[in-house]
Each structure stands twice: as C-alpha cells, then as structure tokens.
C-alpha cells in the first residue's frame, strides 16, 4: 500500500509539471488571437490542480520507487497524460466524444500520428500547436523529462528510465547519473528541433506550420496543420528537408549526443544499427520508386522517386507524413511500406517497432542455429558492432518478437470480428502498434481513423499504448506474478 501511494504521489507531481506544456498554445492562442485562451488557461489548472491534489494527499509517502512500482507508474503516467490532454480538445471542438479526444491525445504522446479530426486547414492555431507538442513531448518521453526532473523533487527516476526506454539505452548510460543523461538527451532534441524549424522556415513554410511539422517531424508522431498532410504543400524541398530529420530522428539519440560531444561524426560509421537503418531504407526508396515507374503509377521516374521517398521514408521511420494517396498504389509497395516500419527505426530513437537492432539479432541468431547445425560443438558467440551479446540478450528478444506478432494477430481479428474488413484491420493494427499512423483501405491517408466505431478506436488505442511502451511494460501488469509480493 505504501508504494502504491507512492506512485500516485509521484504521478501527481509529473501532472503538475505536465501543466506547464499548457504555456505553449498559451502564448499560441495570445499570438493568434483564435479565442481559445481562456480553454487552455482553465485546461491548465485543472491539470494542476489535479496533479496537486494527488500530491498533496500522498506526500508522506515520497521515496524510491521499486522496479515493479516504476512499471506501474510509467504505465500510470502514459494512461493520465492523455486523458487530462484532451481538455482542449473537449472544450474547442464541438461535438468531439471523449473517446475520440483520447484517441488523439494517446496518438500525439505515442507518436503515432494517425487522427479523427477533419478540417485541419480551419483549426484554431492553438490547438494544431497544442497536438504537434504532444507528438514532440512523446518522441523523447516524457518519461524521460520526468527523470531529469523528479529527483529534484526528491523522487529517483533510475526506475522509470529503465521501465521506459528499450534496447541498448537501458543498461548503458551516457553518463555516470541518470539525470545529466536525460537532459543531455533533451538538450540534443532541443537543438535538432530548433534546426530544423528554421530549416523548414527556409524552404517556403510559415511559422506556424514549421514549428508544428518539426516538432511532428523530431517526434516521429506525423501530425500535420493540413488534411493533405505534407501533400498540401506539394514542395520538393520540404519533403527533402523532412526526410532528412525523419532519419535523423529514427537514429539513436545516445549516437547523437556522442558524436555531439566529441565533435567526431565518425561515430555515425561505427553505429552498426544506424547504417543498416539507413541502408535499408534508402535502398527500399530506389526499389519502390523503380517498381511504381515500371508499374505505370508515375510516367517520369524522378516523379516516381520523389514521392516513394517520401513517403517510404514516413512510415518507415514511423513517422506517418503523406504526400500522396499510397493506397492507390500497387499493393506490393504500401504493404512494403507497413513492413518496413516494423523494423527499420533504431533503438534509442523516437520511432516504434521492433527496432532495427532487434532485426539484427534475430537475423543473427538465424546464421547461428545454422553453424549450430553444422558444428555441434562450436562455440559461436553473437556479436554486433564489435560486442558480444548475450544469450539473455537473445531471449529477451525472441520473446519480445512473439508478444509482437501475438498482439498483432490478436488485436487484428477483434477488429475483424467488430466488422472491419481485413486490410483496413491489420494495417490500423499494424500502423498503431509500430506508432506509425496512416494504414490501408479505410484508414489510408486519404482518411482516416474517424470512419472507426468507438469499440475499433478504443483497440486501436490499446495498440499503439502497448506499442509506445513496447509491450512487455504493459502486459506484465496482467500477470499473477506482478501483484505477488
């Protein structure tokens, strides 16, 4: 019972902190003027006092968090941030359910991308700001944030980070205390954001629509201002400027800070998961776009190029831009586009998935049982870049992997048996679960995730929450082992 509340007190203080996000459309809405001060004022301090309250009726029971009490808070956390999220959205847009507000508040945080809101050419400034700052706090974590933040308010954050964060970043810090690691990582985030708000600035979009695509472009989460997504501005050079953050940002930030702070972009050579990352994505661009020109679907193979990079680029990263309606293309490329967002982000980054480095694994593992059967008696450890990895490592991985494709497969047939038809049921699964957006069929970038009843966006919900989190983080909740003391 006392770790319990001290959960709850720890969740009430990050609430608090949440509701300094607020200032943000705040100074949006004074900038613009659209009339939604006084809704994000009052969304503010509810938020707070909120926060407050649960704080203030726990706090003898401050203290270090277990690492099972750190899964429940994480798990706590991303449930509450976007339910007190949807404030805005429920008092400025009429007629808007809760349930589809949720969806779109837990779509920003887990960067996903995918909407039920039409109209986005008309939204109030405001609120389009307030939806592509969800998607940024999520790219990093806001996990993360709380870690360089909570102990100064005299709660640890060692547990959170390793409940939250995936892959390499878990046993490996960047530095020696957990906090200067969390705002190193922040700091880089910062500054790539901020290069690439002016850089969009440069090649031909406003202000507003700069901030917004490159807080949605670093987070990975693919929001836009516009219905037609990145297809309105029907830009070249904003698509070439976007792609290069994408593959920025699905790169493992603890690369970007080394090479950062020592000043060495050697280091990106050396960063194993990265080139195969970046390898196989630009070797996918090439394919698709030859295979669209051959296809007949863009008569100039340059046109063909442009717009298979871009879009392949997207949902590989999991970013979930559109330029064009890929659903209208051969079946082949946009199914090798929901493939490749399964697998190509890096562990590390603000994309979902499986994580490259998990593919490597498994592709390792493979070559290895083969040795095995031809050796017996070898011994044939696995390494990747140089390192020995463990066979602990490799478990882990192999149980991750059928947790993946069980939660796929089960969640994909209780959208079929709700009635949705099978393309549009495994690609939202697919596309939620790797927190990549666009699907197929009736969730295509041409639409969206409105057409779905609130039985389908609740399960899309799930998806992409166990997604952000990969999967264990939730599901461990639900095992007798868990609750045992």
């Not at 009490?69 to 009429?94: D, E, F, K, R, S």
């Not at 698509?239 to 970007?256: G, K, R």
């Not at 041409?446 to 992409?464: H, K």
Request: net charge neutral.
């Amino acid at each position: 019972m006392h770790r319990t509340l001290t959960v709850i007190h720890a969740l009430g203080l990050m609430l608090v902190v949440f509701s300094i996000a607020y200032l943000i459309p705040v100074a949006a809405s004074l900038v613009y003027g659209d009339g939604t001060l006084i809704d994000f004022l009052l969304a503010m301090v509810w938020t707070a006092a909120i926060g407050f309250l649960m704080w203030f009726l726990t706090r003898h029971y401050k203290g270090e968090l277990s690492i099972r009490h750190g899964y429940l808070l994480v798990v706590a956390m991303w449930t509450a941030m976007p339910a007190v999220a949807t404030l805005p959205l429920l008092l400025v847009i009429n007629g808007l359910s809760f349930t589809d507000a949720y969806f779109e508040t837990m779509s920003g945080l887990t960067t996903t991308g995918a909407t039920v809101l039409t109209g986005l050419d008309n939204l109030q400034p405001a609120i389009n700001i307030w939806r592509h700052e969800l998607n940024w706090l999520g790219g990093m974590g806001i996990i993360v944030l709380a870690v360089a933040i909570l102990p100064l308010l005299g709660i640890g954050g060692r547990q959170l980070f390793k409940a939250e964060t995936p892959g390499p970043m878990k046993d490996s810090a960047l530095t020696p205390r957990i906090t200067e690691t969390a705002r190193n990582l922040w700091l880089v985030y910062l500054v790539i954001t901020i290069a690439c708000i002016l850089s969009l600035k440069a090649v031909g979009m406003n202000w507003l629509d700069a901030v917004c695509h490159a807080f949605a472009a670093m987070g990975l989460g693919g929001f836009s201002t516009h219905d037609a997504s990145v297809g309105y501005f029907n830009s070249p050079a904003i698509e070439a400027v976007l792609i290069v953050f994408m593959l920025i940002a699905a790169t493992n930030f603890a690369t970007h800070f080394m090479a950062w702070r020592t000043k060495k972009i050697s280091l990106y050579l050396h960063d194993v998961e990265g080139l195969a990352t970046l390898g196989v994505t630009l070797a996918s661009c090439v394919g698709i776009g030859l295979f669209l020109w051959w296809h007949g679907t863009y008569l100039n193979f340059w046109t063909a190029l442009r717009h298979a990079s871009f879009n392949l680029v997207s949902l590989a990263t999991d970013c979930g831009f559109a330029s064009a309606d890929f659903n209208q293309w051969p079946i082949f490329a946009p199914m090798w586009m929901l493939f490749l967002s399964c697998v190509v982000a890096s562990s590390g980054s603000t994309g979902g998935g499986i994580k490259m480095v998990r593919t490597l694994i498994l592709f390792k593992q493979a070559g290895r049982e083969f040795r095995k059967l031809l050796h017996p008696a070898a011994v044939n450890p696995m390494k990747i870049g140089g390192n020995v990895v463990p066979n602990s490592v490799v478990f882990a991985v192999l149980g991750f992997i059928f947790l993946y494709f069980m939660s796929v497969a089960i969640l994909t047939f209780i959208l079929l048996i709700s009635g949705l038809d099978f393309i549009s049921a495994f690609s939202a699964i697919i596309a939620c679960i790797n927190n990549a957006g666009p699907g197929l069929g009736v969730v295509g970038p041409a639409g969206n995730y409105s057409v779905l009843t609130d039985f389908q966006t609740w399960v899309c919900t799930f998806a992409m929450l166990i997604g952000r989190l990969e999967i264990f983080t939730i599901l461990i909740l639900f095992t007798p082992q868990f609750w045992r003391r």
